[in-house]
């Protein structure tokens, strides 16, 4: 199995402490960090590139579902670890690889661990959009463009289909595949949707999409 890296969140010292143990112990899990607070650990996965966190759920600072949710689309996977069971169903739902009860042995943390699929794809295949109360599942090769209105995007796919969501842009393209191109304040393009620019306007399947004068230059040079 090849290198995994991870990260280890939760309140607790000794939780962190023995999470930090049974993954020393594991030659193809590679520890980054230990987190007490969330956020601190939030920063870092934006510098730092992670595939798994083992994740707590009742924080203070911020909910280990919260945090989930924040990431959803970023492709790194997810183990909650939490003495609570209640929240087992919400774990699933945010495409959890497992959900381990505390206290947590070394044979269930192996068998956890063992769930992390070996062969990632180099690009995302696929994201997870929450839309009000319901989750779905998509090929990122079927969005054609996402537009922004106010705190809302709006995702056009292939067969006039449209999902809403309550989320940033900005935030939105910083976990999306390098072929995501920003041409407009408010819009996000599918590169390879793209079939030509007319002026500042760019042309992808039937739909037509301005380029703002601030990154048109970047749009002509990246695409053409």
Sequence with gaps: MSSISCIIIDDEELARRLLDTYASKL?????LGTF????EA?????????DLIFLDIQMPQLKGTDFAEL?????????FTTAYSEYALQGFELSALDYLLKP???KR?????????ENQPDEQETIVIKSGYDLHKILLKDIIYIK?????????????????????????????????????????????KVTGLK????????????????????VKNKLF
């Design 27 to 31: 030659a193809h899990l590679n520890c």
């Design 36 to 39: 007490e607070n969330p956020l």
């Design 42 to 50: 939030l920063s870092f996965i934006k510098s730092n590139p992670v």
């Design 71 to 79: 990431i959803l689309n970023s492709g790194i996977r997810v183990i």
């Design 104 to 106: 947590i042995s070394f």
């Design 109 to 117: 943390f192996v068998n956890a661990v063992e769930k992390y699929p």
């Design 148 to 192: 922004s209105d106010s705190e809302y995007v709006h995702y056009y796919l292939e067969n006039d289909k449209k999902i809403m969501a309550l989320q940033s842009l900005t935030k939105l393209l910083s976990s999306l595949p390098a072929y995501f191109l920003r041409v407009h304040r408010s819009y996000i393009v599918n590169s390879h």
């Design 199 to 218: 002026g500042r306007d760019l042309l992808l399947s039937d739909q037509i999409i301005s380029v703002s004068d601030s990154y048109y230059e970047t």
